[in-house]
C-alpha cells in the first residue's frame, strides 16, 4: 500500500540552537528520507550537520561567494516566504558549501572552512528572518575530477551552477549561464563542441533551443573582444552627462541591418511627445550590443539612420492623409467578452465596444 503522509509533517519550526534534539528527528528521520545528498561532480559529500548561518563564507562584495562564479547577473532569489510561515521543509535539499581547509587522507584540518555553493535564496531569507541555525550539506574537493573538469574552479563553478540550476531552484539567467561559458573559453579554448559536452555534464532544466542560443552568444561575445568594446543604455546616457551632450536618447542598433525596427518603434511615441512639448530635435546617440566587428557595427548604424526616415515619412504621410479625408485613422471598435460580475454571458465573444 502506497504510504501516506500529512503535509503538515514535512515542515518543522526552526529550532534556535544548534544541540536542540529537534534537529536529529528533522535530519535523519525527515530529510535524509525525503531528500538524501545528492552526488556532485567533483566533490565527494563530506557530512549533513546543523551549522550556524553565518559559518560558511557566502559573500564577496555585495552578493556572491568568493568561489561561487555562476552568477554573472543578479536576479532576485525566490522569496522561500513558506520558510517565514512554514518553518523548514524537510523535502527540500539543504544549501551546500565546499570545505576548502587542508585535507588529510580525505579528513579537513580544524578549524574548517567553508564556501558556501548552493542556496543562497535560503541564506538571504536566514537575515531577514534572524535564523541563526539551519542544515548543511558540507562537501570536499574530490581527487578525481569530473569529465569536463580539470581544475578547482571548474568542480566550484559546475557545482553552483548545476545546483542553481535544477528545475525546484530559481534559475541562473542567460547572462551566467553565458558568463560561465566564456571562462571555459578562455581557459581552455573551448569550441562549440566542447561547450555542448560541457552542457551534458552539469544539471539544468534548459531546452536545446536554449542552449544553442547560449553557446552561440558566448562565441559572438568571444569574437569581438579586442575588436569591439559593447557599451549598454545606462552607459550612453552616463557618458553623455560626463560630455555634457545634453539629454541623448540611447537606441540600440542590433538587428537594423536586418529591418528590425521594434527598439525604434518603442521610442517614436515618447520622442514626438517631447518634440510637441519642446519643438526642439530629439537627438539619438547610437550604440550597439550585439555585433563583433567594427564593420558590422556601421552597417547596423547605416540601416537605423535609414530606418528611421522611413518611419518619419510614414508619420508625415499619415497626418496629411488623416487632414484629406478626415476619417478616424485608429478606433477601438470591438472587444472579448469576460466574465465579469456575472455578466458578459456568454464569454470569449467578439461584440462591438461602446465604451464606459
Known amino acids: 500500500m502506497t504510504e501516506q503522509i500529512s503535509n503538515k509533517d514535512l515542515f518543522y519550526q526552526i529550532p534556535q540552537t544548534q544541540d536542540d534534539p529537534l534537529w536529529k528527528e528533522i535530519i535523519k528521520e525527515k530529510m535524509d528520507h525525503y531528500a538524501p545528498p545528492e552526488k556532485v561532480e567533483g566533490m565527494v559529500f563530506f557530512s549533513r550537520e546543523v551549522l550556524p548561518v553565518s559559518k560558511p563564507v557566502r559573500k564577496s562584495g555585495e552578493k556572491n561567494s568568493n568561489i561561487n562564479l555562476t552568477r554573472f547577473s543578479n536576479p532576485d532569489r525566490d522569496n522561500l516566504n513558506t520558510i517565514e510561515t512554514r518553518g523548514l521543509n524537510v523535502t527540500c535539499y539543504p544549501p551546500k558549501t565546499v570545505i576548502t581547509t ?22 538571504e531569507k536566514f537575515d531577514e528572518l534572524g535564523i541563526n541555525f539551519w542544515v548543511y550539506d558540507r562537501y570536499v574537493p574530490s581527487s578525481q575530477f569530473g569529465k569536463m573538469q580539470k581544475c578547482l574552479d571548474d568542480v566550484f563553478e559546475d557545482g553552483g551552477i548545476s545546483d542553481n540550476g535544477k528545475v525546484s531552484s530559481k534559475a541562473p539567467s542567460k547572462q551566467d549561464y553565458v558568463g560561465i561559458s566564456l571562462l571555459k573559453m578562455e581557459r581552455y579554448g573551448w569550441k562549440e563542441l566542447e561547450l555542448r559536452a560541457w552542457y551534458d555534464s552539469i544539471e539544468h532544466a534548459l531546452s536545446d533551443t536554449q542552449i544553442t542560443s547560449y553557446i552561440k552568444d558566448a562565441i559572438r561575445i568571444e569574437n569581438a573582444q579586442g575588436r569591439i568594446d559593447w557599451k549598454d543604455q545606462k552607459y550612453v546616457k552616463q557618458q553623455a552627462k560626463t560630455q555634457k551632450l545634453g539629454k541623448l536618447i540611447p537606441l540600440n542598433t542590433d538587428g537594423a541591418e536586418d529591418g528590425n525596427r521594434q527598439r525604434l518603434e518603442r521610442i517614436l511615441i515618447p520622442a514626438m511627445k517631447e518634440y510637441l512639448k519642446s519643438h526642439e530635435t530629439q537627438a539619438l546617440c547610437l550604440h550597439n550590443t550585439k555585433v563583433s566587428n567594427h564593420q558590422d557595427y556601421d552597417d547596423a548604424n547605416e540601416a537605423m539612420v535609414d530606418l528611421l526616415k ?41 461584440v462591438p465596444y461602446t465604451g464606459e
Request: glycine content about 10%; aromatic content about 8%; proline content about 6%.
Open 102 to 123: 587542508e585535507l588529510v587522507d580525505g579528513e579537513p584540518i580544524d578549524p574548517i572552512e567553508e564556501d558556501l555553493f548552493g542556496g543562497y535564496g535560503r541564506s
Open 310 to 350: 522611413e518611419d518619419l515619412e510614414l508619420i508625415v504621410n499619415f497626418v496629411d492623409a488623416w487632414r484629406v479625408f478626415k476619417t478616424k485613422p485608429i478606433a477601438v471598435t470591438h472587444r472579448v467578452t469576460e466574465k465579469i460580475n456575472g455578466e458578459d454571458v456568454p464569454c470569449g465573444v467578439i
